[in-house]
């Protein structure tokens, strides 16, 4: 059976962009595959959190996780960290991971663009870090959104240059994984491109009514309108977007019309898109609640999938240092 896996970096609570981009469809995944889900506290240390924030971090993304409907009875939930053998493959792969290639990447240069003072080489890696969290369980599907897809043909350059240069077929190429048609790609509210946390433009899994409502009702839109059939500008395209992911066709058809004959009302659009997210996501949050509360639950949810994840690490690592030619006395 093909394995899946997937992992979420450990930075604040998750957002709509995480959820219909990513954390979804682990849930939809897990009763097919073989499933690994991790939460990247690793790449999350690229921005120095402070350590009094550090352990709650991967605590939250934990309690989404499992509040979303991943069964640690179905899949392998763990902690990036408790796995060393990752960390033992990114140091074999980092010696394969060519300087100009890592810098060319867009994620790259755009953090090289937002945070200037911290380009660390944690930062440049990054990739390699995730090539080694997916190629360490020899996974081949991996759910993540439109903006990773980057980061997996990297996965899969590195699978291959070890191969070669090993003589070995130790790592199978991984792919995205979409869903439906192409990957999603959430847009934010603030008419710009995707939702994102550095974005400051999200909806998260853990808002509460009233703040989600004050969020959508702010949302970017143009004056409406003023001549039929008339191109949307991005801002209202990304309203669109949002309800197509959230609300019925007939919902998102009905403003459509709407539009398309200008009688629309943003406010009567905004407070739909509002009613329909919560709909969708307060049921999670009344149950990241109570989750984040119970230290034993989580502790149990992550027992057995750390221990297959370590089991599953181990013998892909020695696999690879075999081809390398590690030896022990
Ligand atoms: P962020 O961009 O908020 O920092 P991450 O980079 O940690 O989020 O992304 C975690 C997962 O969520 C990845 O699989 C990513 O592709 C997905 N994701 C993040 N933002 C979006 C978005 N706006 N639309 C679709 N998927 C997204
Ligand atoms: N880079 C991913 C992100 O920012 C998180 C991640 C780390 C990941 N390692 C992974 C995703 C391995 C899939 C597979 O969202």
Redesign the pocket.
């Known amino acids: 059976m093909e394995t899946v896996?997937?992992?979420?970096?450990s930075t604040g609570h998750l957002h709509l962009g995480n959820y219909y981009g990513?954390l979804r469809n682990f849930v939809k995944l897990q009763d097919e595959y073989k499933c690994f889900f991790f939460i990247?506290d690793l790449?999350s240390l690229t921005t120095h959190p402070h350590p009094d924030d550090f352990h709650s971090s991967v605590k939250i993304i934990l309690s989404e996780y499992l509040a979303a409907g991943l069964d640690p009875e179905k899949s392998a939930l763990f902690v990036?960290s408790d796995i060393p053998e990752i960390c033992e493959l990114y140091v074999l792969l980092n010696m394969l991971a060519y300087k100009g290639e890592l810098e060319r990447t867009t994620s790259f240069k755009d953090k090289v663009r937002k945070q200037a003072d911290n380009v660390n080489a944690g930062l440049l890696t990054?990739p390699v870090?995730?090539a080694s969290?997916?190629l360490i369980h020899r996974a081949t599907k991996?759910p993540?959104?439109k903006d990773?897809e980057q980061?997996l043909e990297i996965a899969r350059v590195l699978a291959r240059r070890f191969n070669n240069l090993y003589g070995t077929e130790v790592f199978p190429e991984p792919h995205a994984l979409s869903f439906g048609k192409d990957l999603i790609k959430v847009p934010g509210l603030d008419g710009s491109g995707k939702m994102g946390k550095s974005e400051g433009n999200g909806i998260y899994l853990n808002d509460d009514q009233q703040t989600i409502t004050k969020k959508v009702m702010k949302a970017v839109t143009d004056a409406g309108p003023t001549k039929p059939n008339s191109e949307m500008p991005d801002s209202v395209k990304n309203l669109f977007t949002l309800l197509s992911i959230v609300s019925e066709p007939s919902t998102v058809e009905y403003f459509r019309e709407k539009y398309n004959d200008c009688s629309i009302r943003y406010g009567d659009l905004k407070k739909q898109l509002a009613a329909d997210i919560c709909k969708q996501t307060l049921p999670i949050k009344e149950r990241i609640d109570a989750i984040y509360n119970d230290d034993e639950y989580l502790r149990k949810a992550v027992r057995r999938g750390t221990e297959q994840a370590r089991e599953s690490a181990a013998a892909t690592l020695a696999l690879a240092k075999k081809a390398v030619g590690f030896k022990v006395f």
């Open positions: 896996l997937s992992g979420i970096r990513a990247a790449h990036q990054y870090l995730m969290d997916i991996v993540v959104g990773q980061h």
